[in-house]
């Protein structure tokens, strides 16, 4: 019976995180914030602060508090969502990563590049040793580091991870998925403000003609292509 309650409380536990992420999802962000402190509250009760739920509620409602501008409070618990899941699973653990590059973003929103980019850097390397470096996690921390740099002007820095970003996405997902043609737009936004304009058609033909036989000529997607490509060309 106890392993019975114990299973119970965990579906609730999930169900009142889902219905929370859609409360944040459609910016209901108080009502977010009830469901989640109650679980928090519940959970740290029956599971412990530092067991895997407890953390990943955490983990939601420094989400929560990000969005609505709470920033010293979100900054808190995303610092204790990323201490737990060290002691808890390890330093690179993939949950624990995941806390890792919430928090970088975090830091990034906050223009505080410099914690951003120690943080991004240890992802990303942790990532690459423990996942490879085409997995889709390491390849969300390398675009990420691009777009950083990219923020910063360091545009040989951002050039570099948009690149790597882009092989590996080729490499693992195909030259005409969505996220790699994502990752070469915004290579191409690169070389534009670069002045390197005879790179950029190149990437927006490619991105066009990949569009254009993967969702078709009329797909929302390849009109909002051809449209910044013939802006591009004035």
Not at 193 to 220: C, I, K, M, N, W
């Amino acid at each position: 019976r106890q392993g019975e309650l114990a299973h119970e409380h965990l579906d609730t536990l999930n169900s009142i995180n889902n219905l929370a992420g859609l409360y944040h999802v459609q910016e209901r962000l108080h009502e977010a914030e009830t469901l989640l402190l109650c679980a928090l509250k519940a959970s740290k009760r029956t599971l412990g602060d530092e067991h895997s739920d407890t953390l990943f509620v955490i983990a939601n409602l420094a989400d929560v508090y990000d969005s609505a501008g709470r920033y010293d409070e979100a900054e808190t618990l995303y610092v204790a969502a990323l201490n737990g899941r060290e002691r808890a699973l390890g330093q690179e653990h993939p949950l624990t990563l995941i806390s890792l590059n919430n928090l970088a973003q975090f830091h990034v929103g906050q223009e505080q590049y410099d914690i951003a980019e120690g943080l991004s850097r240890r992802a990303l390397d942790a990532k690459q040793r423990t996942l490879g470096p085409d997995h889709p996690s390491t390849l969300i921390s390398m675009g990420n580091l691009g777009d950083l740099y990219l923020s910063l002007c360091r545009h040989d820095e951002a050039e570099n991870f948009f690149l790597r970003t882009m092989e590996g996405r080729q490499r693992s997902l195909g030259p005409e998925h969505p996220e790699t043609l994502d990752t070469a737009n915004r290579l191409l936004m690169l070389y534009t403000s670069q002045g390197r304009h005879d790179e950029a058609e190149l990437l927006f033909l490619r991105v066009l003609e990949a569009r254009e036989h993967t969702l078709g000529e009329e797909h929302p997607e390849t009109l909002i292509t051809l449209n910044n490509l013939a802006w591009f060309r004035l």
